[in-house]
């Protein structure tokens, strides 16, 4: 039975950086990926630009060489392939992860399954939860939210030319997809359930989404709540008063969410209000002895407070902390 040093769970930049850095410290580390590499980034809106400068998306000291001020996805995917080419780092893709159990020696047991059906055990002295929180969107729980012309992703606006589409939220993603929706011919509506935009909206993204608001080019119901969808439209509900509003096409872009089934089913305690995992703040360890935390996952609800930026910087600290740990186990 081989056993490695390290299994990083989650093949976005904080997992890979964990990886890296558990590379450098001289463990032996495997990354394994559900999706594609990078795969939230890959599931991103096709023409989106980050909101960070190019050297706060870089890990394992390797330069995101671009021509712009803010690179764009598909600069990122480049980079992130480039990244593992270089540094050699051992990624298994398209293996989900059902089960991450610890036995009695101390070794954890990851069960995984491919896209083939092929179920494996995998075994580990450490498992770091790089998982994001991309994977898992907040519901609305309302009826006709699973119908197919409803998504919790928005992607490109080409197929919905001339097409009338309802935008749910109030914060960068919708407005970003409401613009972009309506420039390809689209007829939109956003409708958000606060009174005001939200105040995460890049700076030169507001005016633009303001003044198509206020000039009627994209009507937007505020303090509205979406009740139901149907086949052909949606309703909404206004300090009681319903309104059914037609809808070939729904987006619901009301946020994300960390796997928090996963890291309960390892044991891991959360906060029971933010549902964060419980960590050391020096390590990203979890109550469970040899697991750790790295990246968006940490965030619990609180998902705009670990981006990129911070999360791609956690492996550091976990391959410093297993670096002693395993060096005196051996």
Not at 168 to 187: D, I, Q, W
Not at 203 to 229: C, K, L, M, Q
Not at 312 to 329: D, F, M, P, Y
């Amino acid at each position: 039975m081989a056993v490695r040093d390290v299994l990083v769970v989650g093949a976005g930049p904080s997992g890979l950086a964990t990886a890296i850095a558990a590379r450098k410290a001289g463990l032996d580390a495997l990354v394994v990926e559900k999706g594609v590499l990078v795969n939230s980034i890959f599931h991103f809106p096709t023409n989106m630009v980050f909101f960070t400068t190019p050297e706060l998306l870089e890990i394992g000291g390797l330069p995101l060489v671009t021509p712009y001020e803010k690179p764009t996805r598909l600069e990122a995917l480049r980079y992130y392939r480039r990244v593992v080419d270089a540094l050699g780092v051992s990624v298994v893709l398209h293996e989900a992860v059902e089960r991450v159990e610890r036995e009695d020696d101390g070794v954890f047991v990851v069960t995984t399954l491919d896209r083939a059906g092929v179920r494996r055990a995998r075994h580990a002295r450490a498992v770091v939860m790089a998982i994001g929180y991309y994977d898992a969107p907040n519901r609305l729980g309302i009826e006709g939210e699973d119908l197919p012309h409803v998504s919790h992703y928005y992607r490109d606006p080409h197929p919905f030319y001339r097409e009338r589409v309802v935008v749910v939220g109030g914060k960068n993603s919708a407005a970003e997809a409401a613009l972009e929706l309506f420039r390809a011919g689209a007829r939109v509506t956003l409708v958000h359930r606060g009174e005001t935009l939200g105040e995460s909206i890049k700076y030169w993204v507001r005016p633009d989404i303001e003044n198509r608001i206020t000039e009627g080019s994209i009507p937007a119901r505020f303090g509205t709540h979406v009740t139901a969808i149907r086949p052909g439209s949606v309703v909404l509900s206004r300090n009681g008063v319903e309104e059914e509003l037609p809808a070939d096409a729904v987006f619901l872009l009301t946020g994300y969410h960390a796997d928090t089934d996963l890291l309960r089913s390892a044991g891991v305690a959360l906060d029971p209000d933010s549902l964060a995992p419980v960590l050391d703040p020096d390590t990203f360890e979890t109550t469970v002895p040899g697991l750790f935390v790295a990246g968006g996952a940490i965030a619990g609800r609180h998902t705009g407070t670990v981006f990129i930026e911070n999360g791609r910087l956690h492996g550091e600290k976990i391959a410093a902390a297993l670096a002693v740990r395993l060096s005196s186990t051996l």
